[in-house]
Every structure is written in structure tokens, then in C-alpha cells.
């Protein structure tokens, strides 16, 4: 399944992360992709500037919704 998702993530186009902010700087379970890997973070008005500022200095397109 590993294998399946980066070969996914490595053929896409663009790859949407929808997000709590509260999940940001916390650590899961389960990884979903490198940072390098996403173009779009879909997030809440709620993200704390510092991380929206990290985000996009990472190259990110952020939407707050």
C-alpha cells in the first residue's frame, strides 16, 4: 500500500492537502507525503500566522478556508 500511495504522489499532477489546523507540528500515526511532495494545503482561517509563513516560504500554495 506504501509503494501504491508514493507512486501516486510521484505521478499527480498536484497533490491537496486538506487539514485541522490542529494537526500541524503534531506527530501521526501515519505519514501522508514529504512537504516537497504537496502543492496545496486546504486549512481553517485558524492556522497561526508563524506556520502559514512556513508554509508558504516552502513553496506551498496555502488556502484558508
Known sequence: RM???GLLLVLARQVVLLCDPAKFGRQAFAKVA??????TVITCRELADPLLTQLQDAGLRVILV
Not at 514529504?34 to 502543492?39: E, R, V
Open 3 to 5: 509503494m501504491r500511495r
Open 34 to 39: 514529504p512537504l516537497d511532495q504537496i502543492s
